[in-house]
């Protein structure tokens, strides 16, 4: 999940798309489930009220070829006593079984072995579920179980099919929440978070993904007269990359708080239960970053409709942000916010429109609109037509 936790540093040494989806060998595969013992069938059950375990089958969900920590996903039907319930299943592996691994230089593979932190999701939920505000919460924890060094399985609450935000006013609620648990988890600490160094992930996508593969797609498109991209946009974005270190230094300025890592809209979806909850799912072991940081994925992020929505929407989005912050005990102001928001979201999110295959009108648009807030907020000099 290179977009999903942030923390793989893989981000700027995996090989080019092109190339994972024509080897045969970075298929891939679904493991199969691992056996459950007794005793986390056992609270499993227990957790989703069904008295004692009886039996339970599963079938197989899809999952990401980009997710390194990830054997695979399962939607398992328990069987009690009193009852019957489900649960979603996902395995997470150590990484030295990731197909691509084998496509890395040397010195790469070994970077990401030692700093890829595959094995403690359930320890984040733990960790920010009693930080929650009222309204918000976190995807239930049903039981976890190691199987070996290598594979550690969570047994998570199925939510079904989740609805996801189409209004301003949810995205609104939902900046305002997510900034009231960030400013609670910043109070409270983050000791999952603080075992990096603070802007860690932002740093190795902006030296390694945006440097090592971005910016040289887009100076090959100034020669190219078929890109698609606009001739102005590539000189903007290559612009940026000029000025990353001075971008990375302001950033690292800031005020630097815990993170969910992935704030996109399919990552924050309405309770099942009661529609006036807003469920976070997908946490993941991420570093502090930018006070803002999640706000970028939350406007740009997959299938997010925000800057559809205009402007005016995402300016009311920030604010109520900082209003959440300053609920959580972390008064910061709304400039602050924007820096951390749009200095960390046109690293992260305005250069994937160099290798885009799909939804580009839509990054195109993101993509301008960051470059131009990134010189707007003095983050870059303003590049001069002639430059």
């Known amino acids: 999940m290179i977009r999903a936790n942030l923390l793989i540093a893989v981000v700027g040494v995996l090989p080019s798309k092109e190339f994972i989806n024509s080897s045969d060998a970075l298929e891939p595969v679904m493991i199969e489930l691992p056996t459950p013992d007794e005793s986390t069938l056992g609270d499993v059950a227990q957790r989703l009220k069904i008295g004692r375990y009886v039996d339970h089958s599963s079938v197989p969900l899809g999952f990401d070829i980009e997710a390194p920590g990830t054997a695979g996903l399962w939607r398992v039907h328990v069987q009690g006593d009193r009852g019957q319930g489900a649960a979603v299943v996902k395995v997470l592996r150590h990484p030295s079984e990731w197909p691509v691994l084998a496509s890395m230089p040397p010195e790469a593979r070994e970077f990401f072995l030692r700093t890829f932190p595959w094995s403690q999701d359930p320890d984040v939920l733990a960790e920010v579920a009693p930080c929650c505000p009222d309204g918000l919460r976190t995807v239930g924890l049903l039981g976890a179980q190691w199987h070996g060094k290598h594979l550690r399985s969570m047994w998570l609450e199925d939510l079904g099919d989740v609805q996801i935000f189409t209004t301003a006013s949810q995205f609104e609620r939902a900046a305002r929440l997510l900034g009231e ?101 997908d946490l993941a072991q991420t570093p502090r970053h930018a006070v803002g940081f999640d ?11 925000v800057l559809a929505l205009g402007e005016d929407a995402i300016d009311r989005i920030v604010e109520e942000y900082a209003a959440g912050l300053a609920l959580g005990g972390l008064p910061v102001d709304v400039p602050t916010v924007w820096a951390g928001f749009v200095g960390s979201a046109v690293i992260r999110n305005a250069f994937e429109v160099a290798d885009a295959t799909t939804g580009l009108p839509g990054k195109i648009a993101a993509a301008q609109y960051l470059v131009e807030k990134t010189s707007e907020l003095g983050l870059v000099p303003r590049r001069t037509p002639t430059t």
């Open 181 to 281: 648990m960030t400013g609670i988890r910043a109070a409270a600490g983050s000791p999952l978070s603080e075992q990096f160094d603070d802007g860690f992930a932002l740093t190795m996508i902006a030296r390694e993904r945006v440097r090592g593969m971005d910016l040289r797609l887009l100076a090959g498109m100034l020669d190219d007269p078929g890109t698609t991209l606009p001739r102005d946009l590539v000189k903007d974005l290559l612009w940026v990359g000029d000025h990353i270190d001075r971008l990375l230094c302001a950033l690292g300025e800031l005020p630097q708080t815990p993170v969910h890592g992935d704030a996109a809209p399919d990552n924050l979806v309405l309770d099942p239960g009661d529609d006036g909850t807003i469920v976070l799912i």
């Open 295 to 305: 706000l970028g994925q939350m406007v740009f992020g997959r299938h997010s409709p």
